[in-house]
């Protein structure tokens, strides 16, 4: 056993419970932080001023929303499932809850003359937790579109389904080379590995790229908030709820977004510990490890909120494009040459043999990628139109179009050429007579 599982093992039941309390209490507080800094830091980038009414800043802003919601009126669908229908919010918001316990928050402390870790659970599987609970949310969002009786949100959560799991892929494929080098699937052990050496965002950079690009596509929010498509689909999977079964999903999102990232955190900036100026000293132990970890958590909060504010929402042919064919195939090339990597560092090899082997398939790879034969835009747009795909320019093709109504018969194109031929001569017939 770990030191930390052995530490978290000797904790008396009340202090277990206090972790699980203060935890609960530290994700609702940043919900209501994240609605009011999201609100705030858009407002700026639409140079308007935001919520500014209610308390001092508008700080109680996003406690007076969740008031509102809590006494609209409550309505169900009269075709909704209704056990299911009620419990769809509830699982998307426990699972939310759940994959926080594995993120260690900070080192040992004493805690009311108890040692201990401030982590809630320390499992050999602590990443697998993780990804299992962003799993079994999916079932949640698929469910309240399914149990509403309304083919709206049944779109939206068909798309949400396919969305999170074609990202979670890439996810899951950009913490293997955090695994190969750490040795370990524990957050804790992780964190450990890292303060014994740089942090993973500098000696896995393409893992943190892809991690964070799916971080926000696991999280369906802007530029990737396509199941929330409002243009297209009313509001997406949760049109149908309202009061606090709608707030549970907006809860649901918010504590996602921290989950992701503080696991982000966890996995590629060291987690609790100081950056490199005073790691390891005394601002690096105690009850300084909270302030760094909230403080690394507040960036990645803040660019999920500039993105949204930045970028507009793609199609759904380039975010599924993105995640198929750019992350799910970057991944796998990175884990072959991470892999490669380390046996090459095992069995000795110097860094020289290790530069000319990497040239030499760079290389290769590159002559491969030339060779290959490439349609320009204008010879696509030509093939689209042999195969009957209908195109607008070379630059935006068109999804086909299922309506597109099929051309008559010969025989009734014939008829209606003659019907339209009397028409026009007798109109013609009509006009002179009007003429004299």
């Given amino acids: 056993m770990t030191p930390t599982g052995a530490l978290l093992a000797g904790n008396p039941l009340w202090l277990t419970v206090l972790k699980v309390v203060v935890i609960f209490a530290f994700l609702m507080v940043m919900t209501l932080f994240m609605v009011w800094v999201e609100r705030r830091v858009v407002g700026r980038m639409q140079h308007r001023l935001g919520p500014n009414r209610v308390g001092p800043f508008g700080l109680l802003q996003s406690l007076a929303d969740g008031l509102k919601l809590a006494f609209k009126e409550d309505i169900k669908p009269v075709l909704a499932d209704r056990w299911v229908y009620l419990l769809a919010p509830v699982i998307s918001t426990v699972t939310a809850f759940t994959a926080f316990t594995v993120i260690p928050l900070g080192g040992q402390v004493s805690i009311f003359g108890e040692q201990t870790v401030l982590q809630v659970a320390d499992l050999p599987v602590g990443v697998l937790v993780v990804l299992a609970c962003s799993s079994l949310g ?20 068909l798309r949400s389904a396919a969305q999170v799991i074609s990202y979670e892929i890439a996810l899951g494929m950009s913490i293997v080379a955090v695994i190969l080098y750490s040795g370990s699937l524990s957050t804790a052990d992780i964190v450990a590995a890292q303060s014994r050496q740089w942090w993973f965002v500098f000696l896995l950079f393409p893992s943190f790229v892809v991690f964070c690009v799916s971080m926000v596509g696991e999280t369906n929010r802007a ?138 398939m760079l290389v290769m790879l590159l002559v491969v990628a030339f060779l290959l034969p490439q349609n320009t835009p204008a010879q696509r747009e030509a093939l689209d139109r042999t195969r009957g795909v209908p195109t607008a320019g070379s630059d935006y093709p068109l999804p086909p179009l299922d309506l597109v109504v099929p051309p008559p018969p010969p025989r009734r194109a014939a008829v209606s050429a003659a019907v339209s031929g009397n028409g026009d001569q007798a109109t013609r017939q009509e006009d002179g007579h009007g003429t004299v």
């Fill in 223 to 360: 530029p990737f908030d396509l199941p929330e498509a409002e243009s297209e689909l009313v509001g997406g999977f949760h049109t149908e709820y309202s009061s606090l079964k709608f707030a549970l999903f907006l809860l649901a999102e918010y504590v996602n977004m921290v989950t992701v990232s503080a696991m982000a955190t966890t996995l590629f900036l060291g987690g609790w510990h100081a950056p490199w100026p005073l790691a390891g000293g005394p601002a690096d132990r105690g009850w300084w490890g909270p302030l760094w970890f909230i403080g690394k958590l507040l960036v990645f909060l803040f660019v999920f909120v500039w993105l949204r504010g930045t970028l507009p929402r793609l199609r759904y042919d380039q975010f599924m494009t993105l995640g198929w064919k750019v992350l799910v195939p970057g991944s796998l090339v990175w884990i072959v040459l991470v892999s490669g990597a380390r046996a090459l560092r095992s069995a000795a090899v110097t860094p020289s043999e290790v530069l000319v082997v990497g040239g030499i």
């Fill in 138 to 157: 999916v079932y949640g969002i698929v469910l309240s579109g399914w149990s509403s009786g309304s083919p709206y949100p049944l779109l939206g959560s």
